[in-house]
Nanobody
Framework: QVQLEDSGGGLVQAGGSLKLSCAAS????????MGWFRQAPGKEREFVAS????????YYADSVKGRFTISKQHTENTVYLQMNRLKPEDTAVYYC??????????WGQGTQVTVSS
């Protein structure tokens, strides 16, 4: 079993920055990828960014390209999401997700990001 603890959310003005963190702990297994999703009120959860663990390839939703950067700290099994030039439409609960071998998925509890105009 793997536990994900995501943190770093908060309230920020439009144009500001936040950095989210997601730390994985628990029984070790092979990580395929880690990433971030978000869910705004009344909307479905959507993909934001991900990183493939083997070669650190990164993928982004079009809406965040050029503004968000996903990175990892391998020794701590931690993934980060640096969010710059935030917009009110980025307001959502952000969830960390880890994909492990065997198709197993783990999710964090979510962290609220609110961007005021």
């Amino acid at each position: 079993q793997v536990q994900l603890e995501d943190s770093g959310g908060g309230l920020v003005q439009a144009g500001g920055s936040l950095k989210l963190s997601c730390a994985a702990s628990g029984r070790a297994s092979v990580t395929i990828a880690m990433g971030w999703f978000r869910q705004a009120p009344g909307k479905e959860r959507e993909f934001v960014a991900s990183m493939r663990w083997s070669d650190e390839s990164t993928y982004y939703a079009d809406s965040v390209k050029g503004r968000f950067t996903i990175s990892k700290q391998h020794t701590e099994n931690t993934v980060y999401l640096q969010m710059n030039r935030l917009k009110p439409e980025d307001t959502a609960v952000y969830y960390c997700k880890a994909d492990h071998v065997g198709g197993i998925e783990y999710w964090g509890q979510g962290t609220q990001v609110t961007v005021s105009s």
